[in-house]
């Protein structure tokens, strides 16, 4: 006489219980939840973007540069970009010329004269004459006011971001290879130690040898409402949970039919033959 355990019947597979028609209806209604949470980001980004504001700075009025931009003060977003008038004198032994200006895609040279402006008094300024295609067209252009005399008077253009500061890697000490207020007024003869504007004026109108440097308006800021675009990013976060949470569903059901049926195999009673 022998003991025979009788077979068990085979369990399903997890991929039959993923269609499993309680499976699959689990399914749309996670499909549904995740429409409904990707239409609800999608609105929270639309928020976002018809509540962006436009920041219209008049940047193409020209206004006094001490109205928006101060000595030895940092720049702010309403002094970049800005069409701004003030008056002064140029000190023609402190002019230089820098290179790798762009003038309309094209690379050339810019010459850099320092002015020491009458508001605030003594004040000092750099100002962008004007653009060359060539080292030695800019150059000659920077000689002849250096030979020049002195010379004051209005001074009207944009007010521009100043470079960071660097070393210039060939040439004499007045060749430069960034225009930098930090650098230039290490190199001018004349004002130490007076407060320094941090940014570059170039000049509307160029000086004859010169080409009007081209410096455009500034592009209008937009600024988005983060607050909608974190929601936005939260409803996408609760879309793909819903499709986790109907694979967990479904799974932990699966197993919990595994070891079921594993109690119940071990349970099953052995019957005896002959």
């Known amino acids: 006489m022998s003991d025979v355990t009788s077979p068990a019947a085979p369990g399903r597979s997890l991929r039959a ?4 028609p309680r499976s699959l209806g689990l399914l749309v209604l996670a499909l549904v939840l995740a429409g409904a949470f990707a239409a609800l980001g ?7 973007i018809q509540q962006g504001t436009v920041v ?10 001490t109205s928006v931009a101060e000595p030895a003060r940092q720049q702010t977003d309403a002094s970049v970009g800005q069409r701004v008038s003030t008056r002064g004198r140029l000190v023609p032994q402190d002019t230089v010329v ?21 508001d605030p008094e003594g004040a000092q300024l750099a100002v962008a004459l004007g653009w060359a295609p060539t080292e030695q067209a800019a150059q000659a252009v920077a000689d002849r006011v250096k030979a020049g005399p002195a010379t004051g008077g209005a001074l009207v253009g944009r007010y521009v971001d100043s470079d960071g500061a660097q070393p210039s890697t060939s040439g004499p000490p007045s060749r430069l290879d960034a225009v ?7 190199l001018w003869t004349e004002g130490a130690g007076a407060p320094t504007y941090e940014g ?26 983060l607050l909608n675009l974190l929601y ?3 409803w996408a976060i609760f879309a793909v949970a819903a499709f986790y949470v109907w694979y967990r569903l479904v799974r932990d059901r699966w197993e919990q039919e595994q070891v079921a049926e594993v109690v119940a195999e071990e349970d099953a009673p052995v019957h005896d033959t002959v």
């Open 180 to 186: 930098s207020t930090a650098r230039l007024v290490n």
């Open 56 to 65: 219209d700075r008049p940047t193409e009025r020209i206004v006094a540069l």
């Open 98 to 118: 820098a290179g790798d200006r762009l003038n309309h895609g094209q690379r050339g040279w810019w010459v850099v004269a320092h002015a020491i402006v009458d």
């Open 232 to 234: 936005a990013v939260e």
């Open 42 to 48: 999608q609105w929270q980004i639309s928020r976002a």
């Open 17 to 20: 219980a993923f269609v499993a």
């Open 200 to 225: 570059v004026l170039t000049l509307e109108q160029a000086p004859a040898g010169l080409d009007d440097i081209y410096s455009p308006k500034p592009g209008d800021e937009v600024q988005l409402n």
